[in-house]
């Protein structure tokens, strides 16, 4: 298995709303990412977990929390939302440790649409 | 600092032409470069990369890319445009002796004329 599978594929929201979005990879991967992305620009880094631990959180609103409940398994708490808060939101998941060489698989996305 | 550099928002090519979306990069220590591809409300999918080795790599549906150390570059290349081949494409590097994350280019959306 050498997929990130993301749900749900889509999502709409209110403001006042909490949802969760989930990520999960089978590949052995102990380093799991968040990203976000607007249309037409890079993925922005949100939180980085590597082996079940967060460490790099992007100074990213509390609005946003992550949660990884076991090496295979990553989540997205979301609540009150503001609509700047759409885009897609991305999973990827690579080989831990600083020097590793090694890319990242992405998931295909949860597109996030507050209203 | 690390940094990727897309000159081009946007390359457009004529089916069956020669195909190339330009990176430059910056950073302290030995580079891994990467090129991924993404098609719309997609994940970005991996293309190919640059760890050592020799300078022209080869990835997934016939692109390759040639890293020059002197020009700091890393242009991602194809022989014969494909249709199939218009999306968005994003260079990104990966300091190799510090470890840092990964730095994204702007991306560059190539689309390919029948």
């Known amino acids: 298995d050498t997929e990130v599978t993301q749900t749900p594929k889509h999502l709409v929201m209110g403001m006042t709303n909490k949802k969760s979005l989930k990520c999960e990879q089978h590949m052995g991967h102990r380093a799991m990412y968040w990203y976000k992305q607007k249309a037409k620009k890079p993925p922005e880094l949100m939180f980085v977990?590597?082996?079940?631990?967060?460490?790099i959180n992007e100074s990213v609103p509390s609005r946003f929390s992550p949660e990884c409940p076991n090496s295979s398994l990553l989540n997205l708490h979301l609540h009150a939302l503001q609509p700047e808060d759409s885009a897609l939101y991305l999973c990827a998941s690579s080989r831990p440790g600083q020097l590793s060489p090694y890319g990242y698989t992405f998931g295909s996305g949860t597109r996030l649409t507050v209203v | 600092a690390q940094s990727v550099a897309q000159p081009e928002d946007q390359v457009n090519v004529a089916e069956g032409n020669p195909l190339t979306v330009k990176c430059t990069y910056s950073?302290?220590?030995?580079?891994?470069l990467f090129w991924y591809v993404q098609y719309p409300n997609r994940g970005l999918q991996f293309l190919l990369k640059?760890?050592?080795?020799?300078?022209l790599v080869k990835g997934s549906y016939g692109f390759e890319a040639e890293f020059n150390k002197s020009q700091t570059s890393f242009h991602l290349k194809k022989p014969s445009a494909l249709v199939s081949d218009s999306a968005l494409y994003f260079c990104a590097v990966r300091d190799g002796n510090t470890g840092n994350q990964f730095y994204f280019g702007t991306g560059t959306s190539l689309t390919v004329i029948p």
């Open positions: 950073v302290s220590g030995n580079p891994y």
């Open positions: 977990y590597s082996y079940e631990k967060l460490s």
């Open positions: 640059y760890i050592t080795g020799d300078n």
